[in-house]
């Protein structure tokens, strides 16, 4: 069961990747200890088709061994690095997703809170939230 943000996005259209610009200081957002990771367009955003689940990739780094509860984590998007950002399962349940997205950190083996903004607004939106 998807969360509705989600479902909403896969309706109204995913971000569309964009190459990141490395001279582009002008984001008031940036994070200079991730950049790109601020921006929804610096992820490949799986279509409905592509959505995995984290133990389904074969390559889960230390996620599950650290996070048990992330082995059946929907994947929604990933990175040029291998990060991911996805949805964990609700406490207690066994098919319903939380809403919070979250950023699966290959190289440390987190799972936090994604720093991404705006991921959730129709593209228009996304666009004048840009600007």
Not at 24 to 40: R, W
Not at 72 to 85: E, F, H, I, S, T
């Amino acid at each position: 069961m998807l969360p509705p943000a989600y479902a909403e996005l896969l309706r109204t259209g995913l971000p569309t990747y964009v190459e990141p610009d490395d001279g582009d200081e002008s984001d008031e957002d940036h994070d200079d200890s991730d950049p790109g990771a601020q921006d929804p367009r610096q992820w490949h955003w799986f279509p409905r088709e592509r959505l995995c689940m984290l133990d389904d990739i074969g390559d889960d780094g230390d996620w599950v061994a650290s996070h048990p509860e992330a082995a059946r984590a929907l994947l929604v998007a990933q990175d040029d690095g291998g990060d991911y950002l996805g949805f964990l399962l609700r406490d207690g349940s066994d098919l319903e997703l939380d809403g919070t997205l979250m950023h699966f950190k290959h190289e440390t083996g987190e799972i936090l809170p994604s720093a991404v903004r705006n991921w959730a607004l129709p593209p228009h939106a996304r666009a004048a939230s840009t600007r």
